[in-house]
C-alpha cells in the first residue's frame, strides 16, 4: 500500500485564459498600490513618525512571504480560487467557507469605503454632486466592464495601473530632486534632516511605531487578489511567478521609495496638513493643476481597486459554487465564459455601499476601513496555514523536488507572516477606531458559523433522502 497521502483534486473550471503577461504583470502592481498609499499614507506617518519607513520595510517582507506562498501553490495548483480553495482543501472546509464567505462581507466594506473616498475626489471638481451619485455611476460602468469578458477587465486594470504606477514614479523622482538638489526648493537641497529633527526617527516613541502597523497592512490590502489570475492566465508557470517575485521590488519602490520621500521632504508632523502630501511635492515643482492631477491619479486608483474587487469577488462566488460551499447557481458561466450570476451578485452589494454612501456618507471610509482589516489577515493567514500543510503533503509523498517555484524560507517565512497577523490583531484591539471592528467581526464570524452548519446539515438531510452514505460532519473528521 502506498504511504502517499491523497489529496482532493482541485475544482474543474470553465473560465478562459485569457489574461496575458501584460495584464498579470499590471494585475500585480494594481494590487500592490491601493487607495491606502493615497489615502491612509498621512495617517500612517502622523502614527509611526519617519519610523514608518521601517514599518513599511517590515509589512512589505511580511507581504513577500505571503505572495510566495500563494505564487508556490497558484503555480501547482491554478485555480481561479486561489486562497479560498486552499484553505477549503488543505485547512477544513470551514475555513474556505469562512473565507469564501468572508469575501461577501469585505466586498460590501471595501467597495463602500473605495467608493466613499471617489465621491469625495470627485466633489474636488463637483462639490455639488453628491457622493452617492458618483459611487451609482461607478458601480455601473465597472459592472459592465466585467461582463463584457476577461481580457477586458485586464486590459481596463492595465492603463488604470499605469497611471498609478507613473504618478508615483514621477514624485520619487521629483522628489529626489528636491531631496538631493533644492529643485522647488529655490535651489535649497532638503536633505534628509526631516527624519531626525523632529523628535527623532522614532518620533511617536515605540508605541506609535508598533500600532502604525494596522494602516499600513490596510494599505498593502488587495496585493492577494493576483492569486485570481491564476485561473485565467494564458501561462501560469511563467506568468504568475514573475508577477510575484515583482512585488517585494514594487512595494520598496512604491510603498517605501514613496513615503521615503515624504516623510524627507516634509516634517512628519506636518505631512497632509494642507491637503494630500503628494499633491504639496506635486505644488512645489511648479506643476500646473498639480492639485487637479493627482486627483485623477486617485480616482484611477480608486477605480483599479473597484475593478480588482469585482473580478476577486466574483471568482472567489464561482469557486465556492464549486466546491459546493455556496449556490450551484453561482458556478454557471455565460456563453463568455464569464461566471454571470456571480457578477450580478457582486453587483447587488456593490449596490449596498452605494446606499451606505446616500445613508451616512461622513462615517462610511472609517467604518468600513477598519472592517477590511480584519478580513485582510483571514486571506493571508489562510494563505500561510494552507501553504504548511500544502508543502507538509508535498513532503510526505516525496513531491518537493517536483515544484518549480518553491516558498523561500519554509517554514519560518510562514511563522514569521503568522506573527505578523497576530501583532497586527493585538494592535487593533488598543486602537479604539480598530476596536469595534474586532467587535463586528467576531459576530460575523459566529454569523458564518452557523450558516455552515445549516448548509452542511442540509446537505445531511439530502444526502439520507437519497440513500446516500453519510459523511460525519466535517468538523469532526478534520485531521483524519
Known sequence: MSDKVHVESYEKEDLKRDLSNRHIQMIAIGGAIGTGLFYGSSWAISQGGPAILLMYLIVGIAIYFIMRALGEMAVEEPVSGTYVSYANRYIHRFA????????????????????????????????????????????????????????????????????????????????????????????????????????????????????????????????????????????????????????????????????FILVTIFPWNTAGSKGSPFVEIFTKMNIPAAASIMNLVVISAVLSAVNSSIF???????????????????????????????????????????????????????????????????????????????????IKNNEVDKLTYKMPFYPYSNYFGLFFMAVVIVCMAFLPDERMSLVVSAVWVVIVFIAYKFYTKKETVKDTANDTDIANDPLEDFGG
Not at 455611476?137 to 507613473?166: C, D, H, P, Q, R
Not at 514614479?169 to 538638489?181: D, E, H, P, Y
Not at 464561482?318 to 449556490?327: D, E, R, S, T, V
Open 312 to 394: 476577486a469577488n466574483t471568482r472567489t462566488f464561482y469557486n465556492l459554487a464549486l466546491q459546493k460551499n455556496a449556490p450551484a447557481i453561482l458556478g454557471k458561466v455565460n456563453r463568455k465564459n464569464i461566471p454571470f450570476a456571480g457578477v450580478i451578485l457582486v453587483f447587488a452589494s456593490m449596490l449596498f455601499g452605494v446606499l451606505m454612501n446616500f445613508l451616512m456618507p461622513e462615517k462610511v471610509f472609517s467604518l468600513f476601513a477598519s472592517v477590511t482589516v480584519f478580513g485582510l489577515i483571514c486571506n493571508w493567514s489562510a494563505i500561510l496555514i494552507s501553504h504548511l500543510k500544502f508543502r507538509k503533503i508535498k
Open 96 to 259: 474556505g467557507f469562512l473565507s469564501g464567505w468572508n469575501a461577501f462581507i469585505f466586498l460590501i466594506a471595501t467597495s463602500a469605503a473605495d467608493l466613499n473616498a471617489l465621491g469625495k475626489y470627485v466633489q474636488f471638481w463637483f462639490p455639488n454632486i453628491p457622493v452617492w451619485v458618483s459611487a451609482l455611476a461607478v458601480v455601473v460602468i465597472m459592472f459592465t466592464i466585467n461582463i463584457i469578458g476577461v481580457s477586458i477587465y485586464g486590459e481596463t486594470e492595465f492603463w488604470l495601473s499605469l497611471i498609478k504606477v507613473t504618478a508615483i514614479v514621477f514624485m520619487i523622482i521629483f522628489g529626489a530632486l528636491m531631496i538631493i538638489f533644492g529643485v522647488g526648493n529655490h535651489g535649497n537641497p532638503v536633505g534628509v534632516g526631516n527624519l531626525v529633527n523632529h523628535g527623532g526617527f522614532f518620533s511617536t516613541g515605540m508605541n506609535g511605531f508598533i500600532l502604525s502597523i494596522v494602516m499600513v497592512a490596510f494599505a498593502f490590502g488587495g496585493v492577494e487578489n493576483l492569486g485570481f489570475a491564476a485561473g485565467e492566465a494564458k501561462n501560469v508557470k511563467t506568468t504568475i511567478p514573475k508577477a510575484v517575485n515583482a512585488v517585494f521590488w514594487r512595494i520598496m519602490i512604491f510603498y517605501v521609495g514613496a513615503i
